[in-house]
Protein backbone atom coordinates (compact mmCIF):
# COMPACT_ATOMS: atom_id res chain seq x y z
CA UNK A 1 0.00 0.00 0.00
CA UNK A 2 1.28 3.34 -0.88
CA UNK A 3 2.22 5.88 1.95
CA UNK A 4 -0.28 8.42 0.18
CA UNK A 5 -2.60 7.97 -1.94
CA UNK A 6 -5.13 9.87 -4.13
CA UNK A 7 -7.61 9.42 -6.78
CA UNK A 8 -5.92 10.65 -10.13
CA UNK A 9 -9.22 11.67 -11.72
CA UNK A 10 -9.88 13.49 -14.16
CA UNK A 11 -12.86 14.80 -12.20
CA UNK A 12 -14.68 16.86 -14.86
CA UNK A 13 -16.22 19.36 -13.18
CA UNK A 14 -18.60 21.70 -14.70
CA UNK A 15 -18.34 25.86 -14.17
CA UNK A 16 -19.80 27.03 -10.73
CA UNK A 17 -20.05 23.21 -9.45
CA UNK A 18 -18.40 21.92 -6.29
CA UNK A 19 -16.08 18.92 -6.63
CA UNK A 20 -14.07 17.79 -3.50
CA UNK A 21 -11.70 14.72 -3.40
CA UNK A 22 -9.67 12.86 -0.84
CA UNK A 23 -6.12 11.80 -0.05
CA UNK A 24 -5.39 8.85 2.38
CA UNK A 25 -2.24 8.28 4.29
CA UNK A 26 -1.10 4.81 5.77
CA UNK A 27 0.79 6.30 8.87
CA UNK A 28 -1.23 7.11 11.78
CA UNK A 29 1.74 9.11 13.46
CA UNK A 30 1.92 11.66 10.66
CA UNK A 31 0.97 15.13 12.21
CA UNK A 32 1.16 17.64 9.70
CA UNK A 33 -0.96 18.05 5.98
CA UNK A 34 -0.99 20.09 3.15
CA UNK A 35 -2.63 20.82 -0.17
CA UNK A 36 -0.55 21.96 -3.43
CA UNK A 37 -1.52 22.69 -6.75
CA UNK A 38 0.45 21.96 -9.83
CA UNK A 39 -0.35 23.71 -12.85
CA UNK A 40 0.26 21.72 -15.64
CA UNK A 41 3.84 21.42 -16.71
CA UNK A 42 4.65 23.49 -13.64
CA UNK A 43 6.33 23.70 -10.46
CA UNK A 44 3.76 22.75 -7.53
CA UNK A 45 2.94 25.17 -5.07
CA UNK A 46 1.40 25.31 -2.40
CA UNK A 47 -2.22 25.76 -1.33
CA UNK A 48 -3.00 25.85 2.12
CA UNK A 49 -2.08 23.93 5.00
CA UNK A 50 -4.96 21.18 6.69
CA UNK A 51 -5.72 22.14 10.35
CA UNK A 52 -7.46 19.70 12.80
CA UNK A 53 -10.48 21.80 13.01
CA UNK A 54 -10.72 21.86 9.34
CA UNK A 55 -10.33 25.16 7.37
CA UNK A 56 -11.40 27.77 4.88
CA UNK A 57 -9.56 30.14 2.12
CA UNK A 58 -12.15 31.32 0.29
CA UNK A 59 -13.42 29.30 -1.84
CA UNK A 60 -11.73 26.25 -0.44
CA UNK A 61 -12.20 24.31 2.34
CA UNK A 62 -9.71 21.46 3.64
CA UNK A 63 -10.27 19.05 6.43
CA UNK A 64 -8.97 15.97 8.32
CA UNK A 65 -10.23 13.35 9.08
CA UNK A 66 -7.77 11.41 11.79
CA UNK A 67 -9.75 8.40 12.69
CA UNK A 68 -10.02 7.18 8.81
CA UNK A 69 -7.10 8.50 8.22
CA UNK A 70 -7.62 10.73 5.08
CA UNK A 71 -7.86 14.29 4.18
CA UNK A 72 -10.10 16.78 1.93
CA UNK A 73 -10.29 19.51 0.02
CA UNK A 74 -13.63 21.02 -1.10
CA UNK A 75 -13.78 23.34 -3.86
CA UNK A 76 -16.99 25.83 -3.94
CA UNK A 77 -18.11 27.48 -7.47
CA UNK A 78 -15.49 26.16 -9.32
CA UNK A 79 -13.38 28.20 -11.97
CA UNK A 80 -12.10 27.30 -15.11
CA UNK A 81 -9.04 28.48 -13.40
CA UNK A 82 -9.33 25.78 -10.62
CA UNK A 83 -8.25 23.49 -13.66
CA UNK A 84 -4.98 22.01 -12.29
CA UNK A 85 -3.72 18.36 -10.64
CA UNK A 86 -4.50 18.75 -6.71
CA UNK A 87 -1.44 17.38 -4.99
CA UNK A 88 -1.80 16.22 -0.91
CA UNK A 89 1.62 16.23 0.94
CA UNK A 90 1.85 14.51 4.34
CA UNK A 91 4.83 15.05 7.02
CA UNK A 92 5.72 12.22 9.30
CA UNK A 93 7.52 13.51 12.23
CA UNK A 94 8.28 10.46 13.42
CA UNK A 95 10.13 9.61 9.96
CA UNK A 96 12.42 12.39 10.60
CA UNK A 97 9.76 15.00 9.27
CA UNK A 98 9.35 13.08 6.09
CA UNK A 99 7.20 14.55 3.28
CA UNK A 100 5.73 12.10 1.35
CA UNK A 101 3.39 13.36 -2.17
CA UNK A 102 0.43 11.94 -3.23
CA UNK A 103 -0.04 11.03 -6.85
CA UNK A 104 -2.15 13.77 -7.65
CA UNK A 105 -5.61 14.68 -8.39
CA UNK A 106 -6.41 16.12 -11.78
CA UNK A 107 -9.37 18.49 -11.90
CA UNK A 108 -10.89 19.98 -15.03
CA UNK A 109 -13.39 22.66 -14.55
CA UNK A 110 -15.36 22.95 -17.89
CA UNK A 111 -17.77 25.81 -19.02
CA UNK B 1 13.84 38.41 -5.39
CA UNK B 2 14.25 34.95 -3.23
CA UNK B 3 14.14 31.62 -5.04
CA UNK B 4 15.20 28.63 -6.52
CA UNK B 5 16.55 28.70 -9.67
CA UNK B 6 16.91 25.03 -11.52
CA UNK B 7 18.62 25.17 -15.02
CA UNK B 8 18.94 23.71 -17.67
CA UNK B 9 14.80 24.12 -18.78
CA UNK B 10 15.51 21.74 -21.35
CA UNK B 11 18.32 19.31 -21.76
CA UNK B 12 18.35 16.36 -23.94
CA UNK B 13 20.92 13.57 -23.73
CA UNK B 14 22.12 10.57 -25.44
CA UNK B 15 22.13 7.19 -23.99
CA UNK B 16 25.43 6.20 -22.18
CA UNK B 17 26.11 10.39 -20.73
CA UNK B 18 25.70 11.88 -17.48
CA UNK B 19 24.13 14.61 -17.49
CA UNK B 20 23.70 17.15 -14.54
CA UNK B 21 21.25 19.71 -13.28
CA UNK B 22 22.02 23.32 -11.33
CA UNK B 23 19.92 23.89 -8.70
CA UNK B 24 20.47 26.99 -6.75
CA UNK B 25 18.86 28.94 -4.20
CA UNK B 26 19.09 32.38 -2.25
CA UNK B 27 16.36 31.65 0.38
CA UNK B 28 19.11 30.90 3.38
CA UNK B 29 17.18 27.65 3.55
CA UNK B 30 18.85 24.78 5.27
CA UNK B 31 17.26 21.72 3.50
CA UNK B 32 16.98 21.01 -0.11
CA UNK B 33 15.45 18.25 -2.57
CA UNK B 34 15.61 16.66 -5.43
CA UNK B 35 12.00 14.80 -6.82
CA UNK B 36 11.41 13.56 -10.09
CA UNK B 37 7.96 13.45 -11.57
CA UNK B 38 6.92 11.53 -14.96
CA UNK B 39 4.00 11.98 -16.63
CA UNK B 40 0.33 12.28 -14.84
CA UNK B 41 2.40 11.17 -11.23
CA UNK B 42 2.94 12.60 -8.16
CA UNK B 43 6.73 13.43 -7.08
CA UNK B 44 9.09 11.22 -6.02
CA UNK B 45 11.99 12.16 -3.53
CA UNK B 46 15.15 11.27 -5.09
CA UNK B 47 17.58 12.46 -2.37
CA UNK B 48 17.05 15.32 -0.31
CA UNK B 49 19.79 17.09 1.88
CA UNK B 50 19.48 19.05 5.13
CA UNK B 51 23.35 20.69 6.12
CA UNK B 52 26.05 21.40 4.12
CA UNK B 53 28.11 18.34 3.34
CA UNK B 54 25.51 16.11 4.15
CA UNK B 55 22.91 14.32 1.94
CA UNK B 56 20.42 11.23 2.06
CA UNK B 57 18.82 9.21 -0.04
CA UNK B 58 15.17 9.30 -1.12
CA UNK B 59 12.87 6.75 -2.17
CA UNK B 60 14.33 5.95 -6.13
CA UNK B 61 18.07 7.37 -5.24
CA UNK B 62 19.63 4.70 -7.94
CA UNK B 63 21.55 6.16 -10.86
CA UNK B 64 21.47 9.72 -9.47
CA UNK B 65 24.65 11.38 -6.83
CA UNK B 66 24.38 14.94 -5.68
CA UNK B 67 26.70 17.24 -3.56
CA UNK B 68 26.16 20.15 -0.90
CA UNK B 69 29.20 21.78 -1.06
CA UNK B 70 27.60 25.16 -0.37
CA UNK B 71 23.98 25.87 1.38
CA UNK B 72 22.87 27.35 -1.94
CA UNK B 73 23.51 25.04 -4.08
CA UNK B 74 22.35 21.23 -4.88
CA UNK B 75 23.74 20.06 -7.76
CA UNK B 76 22.11 16.39 -9.49
CA UNK B 77 23.72 14.39 -11.50
CA UNK B 78 22.05 11.34 -13.53
CA UNK B 79 24.42 8.83 -14.49
CA UNK B 80 23.96 6.66 -17.26
CA UNK B 81 23.21 4.18 -14.54
CA UNK B 82 19.77 5.39 -14.65
CA UNK B 83 17.60 3.09 -16.42
CA UNK B 84 14.91 5.50 -17.60
CA UNK B 85 16.04 9.02 -16.88
CA UNK B 86 13.67 10.69 -18.93
CA UNK B 87 11.29 13.02 -16.35
CA UNK B 88 10.71 16.41 -15.01
CA UNK B 89 12.80 16.98 -12.18
CA UNK B 90 11.96 19.35 -9.57
CA UNK B 91 14.62 20.81 -7.29
CA UNK B 92 13.20 22.88 -3.88
CA UNK B 93 13.95 23.96 -0.53
CA UNK B 94 12.83 24.63 3.05
CA UNK B 95 12.88 25.91 6.77
CA UNK B 96 14.32 23.15 9.05
CA UNK B 97 12.07 21.21 10.57
CA UNK B 98 9.52 21.87 7.44
CA UNK B 99 6.36 21.74 9.62
CA UNK B 100 5.01 24.54 7.86
CA UNK B 101 4.54 22.02 4.75
CA UNK B 102 6.01 24.89 2.31
CA UNK B 103 8.65 24.02 -0.30
CA UNK B 104 9.65 26.47 -2.87
CA UNK B 105 10.31 25.10 -5.97
CA UNK B 106 12.23 26.03 -8.96
CA UNK B 107 10.51 25.83 -12.53
CA UNK B 108 11.91 22.54 -12.99
CA UNK B 109 14.69 20.44 -15.69
CA UNK B 110 12.69 18.72 -18.28
CA UNK B 111 15.36 15.76 -19.10
CA UNK B 112 14.74 13.62 -22.63
CA UNK B 113 17.40 10.50 -23.19
CA UNK B 114 17.60 10.33 -27.01
Known sequence: RKEVEQDPGPFNV???ATVAFNCTYSNSAS??????????????KLLMSVYSSGNEDGRFTAQLNRASQYISLLIRDSKLSDSATYLCVVITKAAGNKLTFGGGTRVLVKP | DGGITQSPKYLFRKEGQNVTLSCEQNLNHDAMYWYRQDPGQGLRLIYYSQIVNDFQKGDIAEGYSVSREKKESFPLTV???QKNPTAFYLCASSILPPNTGELFF?????????
Do not use: I, M, N
Request: net charge neutral.
Open chain 2, 79 to 81: TSA
Open chain 1, 31 to 44: QSFFWYRQDCRKEP
Open chain 2, 106 to 114: GEGSRLTVL
Open chain 1, 14 to 16: PEG
